[in-house]
């Protein structure tokens, strides 16, 4: 697949790393094309700025149109924007002179499936999403690469599912695959991980400033307990890992909490009852809690 060509439509975060890191990889990436050609002219310099590791792609070019780079290549990324996915790619595949079937397309949005580039699988093309559970960052140059050691789902026709493998295998990521039609599942579980994680420990911080401790020291004094509550979750499962008011049943506890919440903190009542709601169905599974404690807490967490 080395002798393969990549084009990439949209340089930005991912679009610049993947080109960087697949060019180091030994792949081919033959064009680029963005909404300004600065873009696309930068993600050339990048890739050309590793030197002698990437010379597979000395030839590499910068069009002005996504149609253009799209018809030198077989493999082609369209890393714009997830909102723009599907009409970028039907301009492509609308365009008579392409031979789509010829060549794989993936995207690499986390809530979109490989269903938003079906123009171009009506007319041959392997069709396919690939998504980096990672954040990147603007590419800087000798940067260490962002795919090393990470988990990548990939989605798509079998072609695209072998030729996304091979890639995310190249790229030194893992890869794992999801059904089609379990990506806005998938890509929810992402979120309520990471982004909702952040904002829980958001809530803890303002419960510690108001303890008078400062969001600084308030995180050093957390990270501990978050770090040993993960690597829990990790070994024992989420159902064991679960310690603290509720998994004792200490209603009494609880109430004070909602006490002072209420009163100091008011904008964070509502998550705490939902989320102490959810907490004792989690603790329900252990089947230890007695019927009076679980009434109580029911009570309390309403
Ligand atoms: N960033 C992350 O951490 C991350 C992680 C996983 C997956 N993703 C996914 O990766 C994809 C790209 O995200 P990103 O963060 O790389 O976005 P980004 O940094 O905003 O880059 C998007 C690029 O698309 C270009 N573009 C906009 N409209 C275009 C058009 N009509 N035709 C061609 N190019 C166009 C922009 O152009 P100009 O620069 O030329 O103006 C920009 O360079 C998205 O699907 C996103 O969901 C992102």
Redesign the pocket.
């Known amino acids: 697949m080395y002798n393969q060509k990549i084009a990439i ?7 610049v790393a993947l080109a960087v890191f697949l060019s180091k990889a030994g792949y081919r990436v033959a064009g680029f ?4 050609r ?3 002219q930068n993600a050339l310099k990048a890739i050309l700025s590793e030197g002698d590791c990437c010379k597979s792609s000395d030839l590499a070019k910068v069009f002005d149109s ?1 149609v253009d780079a799209a018809s030198l290549c077989d493999i082609l990324f369209i ?4 909102n ?2 599907q ?2 790619c039907s301009d492509i595949s609308s365009n008579s002179s392409i031979d789509m079937a010829s060549k794989t397309i993936f ?6 499936s490989s269903c938003v580039l079906e123009s171009a699988a009506k007319k041959g093309a392997n069709t396919g999403s690939i ?2 559970l ?3 960052a ?1 590419y800087s140059e000798g940067e260490p690469s962002p795919f090393i050691g990470i988990n990548v789902s990939v989605e798509g026709n079998h072609t695209a599912l072998a030729v996304g493998k091979e890639l995310i295998h190249a790229l030194g990521a893992n890869h794992f695959t999801i059904p089609t039609k379990s990506k806005t599942l998938y890509h929810a579980a992402a979120v309520v991980a990471s982004n909702y994680l952040v904002t829980l420990e958001a809530f803890a911080l303002e419960l510690l400033n108001l303890a008078d401790i400062s969001q600084d020291k308030g995180y050093q004094i957390l990270e501990p307990l978050i770090q040993g509550t993960l690597s829990n979750i990790k070994t024992r499962g989420s159902v064991a890992a679960l310690t603290g008011p509720i998994a004792r049943g200490d209603f009494k506890i609880v109430e004070q909490h909602l006490k002072d919440i209420d009163e100091r903190l008011p904008d964070f009542s509502k998550l705490y009852r939902i989320m102490g709601q959810y907490t004792l169905k989690l603790t329900q599974k252990r089947g230890e809690l007695d019927e009076s404690s679980i009434c109580q807490l029911t009570e309390i967490l309403k």
């Open positions: 439509i949209g340089c930005g975060r991912v679009g094309a963005s909404r300004s600065l873009s696309a996504s890393t714009t924007p997830d723009l996915i009409s970028v995207h690499c949005s986390g809530a979109l998504h980096p990672q954040s990147f603007p």
